[in-house]
């Protein structure tokens, strides 16, 4: 397998924390956002893939990163929305616009304090994906 369907895991996941109910009024970014920012915003981060293909066919294993960035004196509202976007991703049934996503899991978290006072908390999630 290849990197082939990672911008069509990027999309799916990003349509469906958009479209998600419980997350409605955060901020979700594929880049760092410009202008005023949220006190409180989530953002696509790193990513890294690996062949996953097995004897049943060719595939990729995604570990790919979501941050919470918050300007709060404290982590709760972060943790919070932490949780609120794992129990969202975990359950999820992501319809890819290329292949099919095979299994969502969640991998580690990261939660620091910043220099500058902000707090980040770094979701790091699992996904098999398998090409059509």
Same mark, same amino acid.
Not at 12 to 28: E, R, S
Not at 63 to 71: E, G, Q, V
Not at 76 to 88: G, P
């Given at each position: 397998m #290849?990197?082939? %369907?990672s911008a069509? !895991?990027?999309?799916?996941v990003?349509?469906h !924390?958009?479209?998600? =109910?419980? %997350?409605?009024g955060i901020? *979700?970014?594929?880049a760092?956002p &410009?202008?005023t920012?949220p =006190? *409180? ?8 893939v690996?062949?996953? &293909?097995?004897k #049943?066919?060719a595939?990729?294993l ?5 941050? *919470? ?8 509202s972060?943790?919070?929305?932490? /949780?609120?976007?794992?129990?969202s %991703?975990i359950?999820? =049934?992501?319809?890819? /616009?290329?292949?099919? %996503?095979?299994?969502l899991?969640?991998?580690r978290a990261?939660?620091?304090r910043? #220099?500058?006072g902000?707090r980040?908390?770094? !979701?790091?999630f699992?996904a098999?994906?398998e090409?059509d």
């Amino acid at each position: 397998m #290849s990197y082939a %369907l990672s911008a069509a !895991l990027q999309s799916a996941v990003f349509q469906h !924390l958009g479209n998600d =109910p419980a %997350l409605a009024g955060i901020a *979700i970014h594929d880049a760092l956002p &410009s202008g005023t920012v949220p =006190p *409180i915003y989530v953002l696509l981060g790193d990513e890294d893939v690996r062949d996953g &293909s097995d004897k #049943s066919g060719a595939g990729a294993l995604h570990r790919f990163t979501l941050s *919470i960035h918050s300007d709060s004196a404290g982590f709760s509202s972060a943790k919070q929305l932490a /949780s609120t976007l794992c129990d969202s %991703l975990i359950s999820a =049934p992501l319809v890819l /616009s290329r292949g099919q %996503l095979i299994g969502l899991w969640f991998d580690r978290a990261n939660a620091r304090r910043l #220099s500058d006072g902000s707090r980040r908390i770094e !979701l790091r999630f699992r996904a098999r994906v398998e090409d059509d």
